[in-house]
């Protein structure tokens, strides 16, 4: 049986989690619905595409809070204190969100295609507020349960897609350096984020099974058509593992 003080901090702690749940689904909710009008197609472009805009920024916001909430702030603003912070945050899944939502919303490139990780996350998010809040009411209970069942049992699908949507952007933007719009920095960053989520844990599974399916695809027909590709793919190989 526990006393008053040590009931006051787990009460204290207990609301203050609930607090951070419901401020992050309220975050999700939001980057859903501006995220559907980023990509609807009737809406005017102007408005299409600040609502792209707005989807990364929200969901760079929500991840950041989440960051803030579950490791704090830095003990301390020196570059030792700064090392150890970042070494504790840099495998999670919203420091990675945080960093891939950066890259896109400071570039000048609009790729609605990117918005298809953040919508999956969002949906997640979406579905378990939804569930939660919701649960007992008649209008959800015939209209969204069962797609909120789904979502909440095929996580694994959702992420699977992201997943692809994420390595597919890496080969896009190595396409647009050909174009005007190239940002040698940009990909270079968007690569070297790539490589965080083939070994960060959060998302290293995913990753590396689609990688697996994409070498599969592709390394007989290097052999067969470009045999003189295998010497720089290995060099690539060996710094990706690195």
């Known amino acids: 049986m526990c006393n008053s003080l040590s009931c006051g901090v787990n009460t204290r702690d207990f609301r203050l989690i609930m607090k951070y749940y419901y401020a992050l689904k309220i975050y ?7 995220a559907l ?23 760079a916001c929500s991840s950041l809070y989440s960051l803030y909430s579950l490791y704090g702030r830095p003990r301390a603003w020196n570059l030792q204190a700064l090392q150890v912070y970042f070494q504790s945050v840099i495998a999670t899944k919203d ?12 570039s000048h490139l609009c790729l609605k295609f990117a918005l298809i990780p953040i ?7 979406v579905a378990k507020f939804l569930r939660r809040n919701f649960g007992r009411s008649s209008l959800y ?12 049992s095929n996580t694994t699908t959702l992420s699977i897609l992201s997943s692809y949507a994420e390595i597919g952007l890496g080969f896009l933007l190595i396409i647009s350096l050909l174009s005007w719009q190239r940002n040698i920095i940009q990909a270079f960053m968007y690569w070297q984020l790539l490589k965080l989520m ?9 990753h590396q099974s689609v990688w697996a399916t994409i070498g599969r695809t592709v390394n007989p027909v290097v052999e067969r058509y470009a045999p003189f590709l ?7 190989q060996r710094w990706w593992f690195r």
């Open 95 to 106: 420091f990675i969100y945080f960093i891939y939502c950066l890259t896109f919303v400071t």
């Open 119 to 125: 919508l999956c996350r969002a949906v997640e998010h």
């Open 230 to 236: 295998s010497t720089p793919i290995s060099g690539i």
């Open 141 to 152: 209970r015939k209209y969204l349960e069962d797609a909120c069942v789904w979502v909440e």
């Open 28 to 34: 999700s909710c939001n980057v859903f619905v501006v």
């Open 37 to 59: 009008l980023a990509i609807f197609p009737l809406v005017p472009r102007h408005l299409s595409n600040r609502a792209y805009r707005l989807s990364f920024m929200g969901t």
């Open 198 to 206: 083939h070994h960060a844990p959060v998302t290293a599974g995913y």
